[in-house]
């Protein structure tokens, strides 16, 4: 991380990365997308939501390799790893897309981690990434978040708003299409309502450290384990978790 990178995340408790996928990448990446979406809106058995506001396509690693690549993206996973520690692992994965002109928001004011009992301001537990798929702007859906909240006290009392923009000291987080941003998961945040003419697309990976369980429903196929321990790549098993409950680390 350049200087720059470390003061603007732990001022704010996330961080914008622009331009992270190159034009050939983002081409690549949009069409392991839509390979995957075909898929899975073909079989309503596959595992996501389908509603009004938001269609998830539960992990899309399991579709297209090229969605499997971007854990280890070059110019965001080393960013990832410096947050986490070098026992970073994954926990969850998603592709959302979320229509145009939504009714409401599928997801209100929110952290996404929290250890009851326990606050350490100063540890990072989670750390989400987000790739943008589509270009967003203020009417796009793009995240709300309250810069530096990640430190706030678990039990801080936030008002509540109907609209998420209504939020006191609220930012949304926009862009272009491969751009990629990343928060700490004790941010609090929130999606905003689509009111554009078209869906909003991001693919979303979460990162946790190895003795984390992977969320149910998330855990990697045997195919996708079977081609990691055949690959040899210390990183890509990590992630998918091969290891050591406690003791996993890269080096």
């Known amino acids: ?39 899975w809106r073909a079989d309503a058995s596959l595992p996501g939501t389908r509603s009004a506001t938001l269609e998830q396509v539960q992990a899309p690693i399991e579709y297209d390799n090229r969605l499997l690549a971007l854990l280890w993206h070059p110019k965001v996973f080393p960013v990832v790893r410096e947050l986490l520690g070098d026992d970073v692992s994954m926990i969850d994965n998603d592709y959302f897309i979320t229509p145009p002109h939504t009714p409401s928001t599928h997801a209100g004011w929110h952290h996404d981690v929290g250890l009851g009992g326990i606050y ?82 991001v693919l979303i990976y979460n990162y946790g450290h190895f003795w984390m369980k992977i969320w149910q429903g998330y855990e990697p196929s045997e195919r996708l384990i079977t081609e990691a321990k055949a690959s040899g790549d210390p990183v890509r098993m990590q992630l998918l978790g091969i290891g050591d409950a406690y003791g996993q680390r890269l080096t």
Not at 128 to 145: C, H
Not at 151 to 174: C, H, L, S, W
Request: without cysteine.
């Open 1 to 39: 991380m350049t200087e720059e990178q470390k003061i603007a995340y732990e001022t704010n408790g996330f961080l914008t990365i622009p331009g992270a996928l190159s034009a050939e990448e983002l081409s690549e990446v949009r069409d392991g997308a839509a390979k995957a979406e075909a898929i």
């Open 120 to 201: 350490h301001p100063l540890s990072t537990v989670m750390v989400k990434v987000f790739f943008l798929l589509s270009d967003v702007n203020a009417n796009s859906g793009g995240t709300a978040m309250i810069p530096g909240s990640y430190r706030f006290p678990q039990n801080y009392k936030f008002p509540e708003v109907d609209d998420p923009r209504q939020m006191p000291g609220a930012i949304q987080m926009t862009g272009k299409a491969g751009d990629a941003y990343l928060f700490n998961g004790r941010t609090y945040h929130a999606a905003v309502n689509n009111e554009s003419d078209n869906p909003r697309r």
